[in-house]
């Protein structure tokens, strides 16, 4: 089963010109096109029938530039097959193909161009030929019209495409073999180098009979964007048979004929046109899912790194704390007279540190994996106690007083107990590492609660510490940003991500209210207006 790496860039090469029907806006450009051609069409009726003179110098550039075009349009098709694996798409590159082959013996041969250089391959060569081109290439396209769009089933695209080589090239080898070798045998189609017998009007007929049985299929049918494409090649087609065979009379280089000629080299872009310009989107697609595959790697990269990074900063607390509670009961278990009671004081708070960092572990886990997260209404105000409570005893060490200043009639909030806990013991850890390392004393830390709003609560930790260092306070909140030396820079990530997963919002002040240093960093959460069995 393809993964979501490889849908995507499938999805991304997928060609609208082969797989989607054609919508108005392509509709509207092919109908402005036909108008177009009709209108220089209505223009060139007039002068159909005047002949130029030496012109003939033309027509090599002319066949040179109709070959290369038929090929590059050949040479699309079967990459495109290449890919879709449509049938349709294999008798259209052959049809090409096909017609590209014709194209230089057709100019060899045509009377008085290369007759200086020795060449006559005699009168009715180059109309056979061109009779040969102009039923030939119609046929082509109807196959394509009758063929199935669908998906083939096998892979073997390259035999397929081989298989169409060797027969097109054999076909078209063996027929024009036939043609050149057999040319005193050939029908009267010219009565001499510049005029059309009266059987050759058999030609145009039965050419200009499949070009509009063709049009009316594919405007028929319009499977894709590509038939609305190839119709409108196929009216090019006749408007060129219109010109050369009926309003030119049949006269070779005439202004008709050359005029046709014209939408000749019309018919043979327009499929090329259309096929580079799908070429150009789907590869700007594919650079853009590949640009954005690779935005999502580097995304899944650090959210990976955030979570370990969060993960070993937040259990480093309550490890150093086991750490500590362990050192101290071995001190009491090693004296003379053993203090069994206070062995086993450490010994709880050692079990308590594990639980806590296990909630960690949990809780941190739970909101980056987006999981279903426990969330009960709590009381703001004893999660704040909590926190003061557990942060004094080492606070009393540093000689830093921590106090709480509670609003009354608080209403309770909906959330993890655990997260919230861990917010609140980051930012007053925060704040006593700030004082440790200032010179500032008496050394404060105030946790307090209000109201903000009737439905939202406060919470601020305020510290009179140094502050925040103004090149730091734009990116503060980014992972991997530290002012702590060996600081991992995780610790307020998680604090805002966990208050906004909570609905709330996590920022920082430089300066107290009323103080000349220190900072306060503030969190609001909406608080329960229903209770919270009622919100299930």
Same mark, same amino acid.
């Given at each position: 089963?393809?993964?979501?790496?490889?849908?995507?860039?499938?999805?991304?090469?997928?060609?609208?010109?082969?797989?989607?029907?054609?919508?108005?806006?392509?509709?509207?450009?092919?109908?402005?096109?036909?108008?177009?051609?009709?209108?220089?069409?209505?223009?060139?009726?007039?002068?159909?029938?005047?002949?130029?003179?030496?012109?003939?110098?033309?027509?090599?550039?002319?066949?040179?530039?109709?070959?290369?075009?038929?090929?590059?349009?050949?040479?699309?098709?079967?990459?495109?097959?290449?890919?879709?694996?449509?049938?349709?798409?294999?008798?259209?590159?052959?049809?090409?193909?096909?017609?590209?082959?014709?194209?230089?013996?057709? /100019?060899?041969?045509?009377?008085?161009?290369?007759?200086?250089?020795?060449?006559?391959?005699?009168?009715?060569?180059?109309?056979?030929?061109? /009779? #040969?081109?102009?039923?030939?290439?119609?046929?082509?396209?109807?196959?394509?019209?009758?063929?199935?769009?669908?998906?083939?089933?096998?892979?073997?695209?390259?035999?397929?495409?081989?298989?169409?080589?060797?027969?097109?090239?054999?076909?078209?080898?063996?027929?024009?073999?036939?043609?050149?070798?057999?040319?005193? /045998?050939?029908?009267?189609?010219?009565?001499?180098?510049?005029?059309?017998?009266?059987?050759?009007?058999?030609?145009?007929?039965?050419?200009?009979?499949?070009?509009?049985?063709?049009? /009316?299929?594919?405007?028929?049918?319009?499977?894709?964007?590509?038939?609305?494409?190839?119709?409108?090649?196929?009216?090019?087609?006749?408007?060129?048979?219109?010109?050369?065979?009926?309003?030119?009379?049949?006269?070779?280089?005439?202004?008709?004929?050359?005029?046709?000629?014209?939408?000749?080299?019309?018919?043979?872009?327009?499929?090329?046109?259309?096929?580079?310009?799908?070429?150009?989107?789907?590869?700007?697609? #594919?650079?853009?899912?590949?640009?954005?595959?690779?935005?999502?790697?580097?995304?899944?990269?650090?959210?990976?790194?955030?979570?370990?990074?969060?993960?070993?900063?937040?259990?480093?607390?309550?490890?150093?704390?086991?750490?500590?509670?362990? !050192?101290?009961?071995?001190?009491?278990?090693?004296?003379?007279?053993?203090?069994?009671?206070?062995?086993?004081?450490?010994?709880?708070?050692?079990?308590?540190?594990?639980?806590?960092?296990?909630?960690?572990?949990?809780?941190?886990?739970?909101?980056?994996?987006?999981?279903?997260?426990?969330?009960? $209404?709590?009381?703001?105000?004893?999660?704040?106690?909590?926190?003061? $409570?557990?942060?004094?005893?080492?606070?009393?060490?540093?000689?830093?007083?921590?106090?709480?200043?509670?609003?009354?009639?608080?209403?309770?909030?909906?959330?993890?107990?655990?997260? #919230?806990?861990?917010?609140?013991?980051?930012?007053?850890? !925060?704040?006593?590492?700030?004082?440790?390392?200032?010179?500032?004393?008496?050394?404060?830390?105030?946790?307090?609660?209000?109201?903000?709003?009737?439905?939202?609560?406060?919470?601020?930790?305020?510290?009179?510490?140094?502050?925040?260092?103004?090149?730091?306070?734009?990116?503060?909140?980014?992972?991997?940003?530290?002012?702590?030396?060996?600081?991992?820079?995780?610790?307020?990530?998680?604090?805002?991500?966990?208050?906004?997963?909570?609905?709330?919002?996590?920022?920082?002040?430089?300066?107290?209210?009323?103080?000349?240093?220190?900072?306060?960093?503030?969190?609001?959460?909406?608080?329960?207006?229903?209770?919270?069995?009622?919100?299930?």
């Amino acid at each position: 089963m393809p993964n979501k790496d490889e849908s995507a860039l499938g999805a991304a090469v997928q060609s609208p010109l082969v797989t989607s029907p054609a919508n108005g806006t392509w509709i509207g450009v092919a109908v402005a096109l036909s108008l177009l051609i009709v209108a220089s069409f209505a223009l060139t009726m007039p002068f159909a029938r005047l002949p130029t003179y030496h012109t003939e110098m033309l027509l090599p550039a002319y066949a040179a530039a109709i070959l290369l075009l038929e090929l590059i349009t050949a040479a699309l098709l079967f990459a495109l097959y290449s890919l879709r694996r449509s049938p349709a798409l294999l008798c259209l590159a052959s049809g090409y193909l096909f017609s590209a082959l014709l194209v230089p013996a057709w /100019a060899i041969s045509f009377p008085g161009v290369f007759t200086a250089y020795g060449i006559d391959m005699g009168l009715q060569t180059t109309a056979a030929i061109a /009779a #040969l081109r102009r039923i030939g290439f119609p046929l082509f396209v109807l196959a394509y019209a009758l063929a199935p769009r669908a998906t083939r089933a096998s892979t073997a695209t390259g035999h397929h495409i081989a298989l169409s080589l060797t027969l097109v090239l054999g076909g078209a080898a063996l027929l024009l073999a036939a043609i050149i070798s057999g040319s005193e /045998a050939l029908p009267l189609f010219m009565r001499d180098s510049r005029n059309v017998a009266t059987l050759w009007q058999i030609v145009p007929i039965a050419a200009l009979s499949l070009y509009l049985l063709v049009i /009316a299929l594919l405007l028929a049918r319009r499977q894709s964007q590509l038939d609305i494409w190839v119709a409108l090649v196929m009216f090019s087609l006749a408007v060129e048979l219109l010109l050369i065979s009926f309003l030119g009379g049949g006269v070779r280089l005439g202004v008709g004929w050359w005029a046709g000629r014209l939408y000749g080299l019309l018919a043979a872009s327009i499929v090329l046109l259309v096929l580079l310009v799908e070429s150009t989107q789907v590869y700007g697609r #594919l650079a853009r899912t590949i640009a954005a595959e690779r935005r999502l790697r580097r995304s899944r990269l650090t959210a990976m790194e955030a979570l370990s990074a969060s993960i070993a900063h937040e259990i480093n607390q309550p490890l150093t704390s086991m750490i500590t509670n362990a !050192n101290a009961g071995l001190r009491w278990l090693v004296k003379s007279e053993p203090r069994l009671d206070r062995a086993e004081a450490a010994l709880r708070h050692i079990v308590e540190d594990g639980h806590r960092a296990s909630s960690i572990v949990t809780g941190i886990r739970s909101m980056f994996t987006k999981e279903l997260q426990e969330r009960t $209404e709590l009381d703001l105000n004893a999660l704040v106690t909590a926190a003061v $409570e557990a942060a004094r005893s080492e606070s009393t060490h540093e000689f830093i007083e921590i106090r709480a200043v509670l609003a009354d009639d608080l209403p309770p909030v909906i959330g993890n107990a655990v997260q #919230l806990g861990q917010v609140l013991r980051n930012l007053i850890e !925060n704040a006593m590492d700030a004082l440790r390392g200032s010179g500032t004393w008496p050394r404060q830390v105030v946790v307090r609660t209000c109201h903000r709003d009737p439905d939202e609560v406060l919470v601020s930790v305020e510290d009179n510490g140094p502050g925040i260092a103004p090149e730091v306070a734009q990116t503060l909140f980014d992972p991997f940003v530290s002012t702590k030396p060996g600081g991992m820079g995780m610790g307020l990530m998680f604090c805002r991500a966990v208050v906004e997963a909570h609905g709330g919002r996590l920022w920082a002040t430089p300066t107290p209210p009323g103080g000349s240093t220190g900072a306060v960093f503030q969190f609001s959460l909406p608080s329960a207006i229903l209770p919270a069995h009622d919100n299930a």
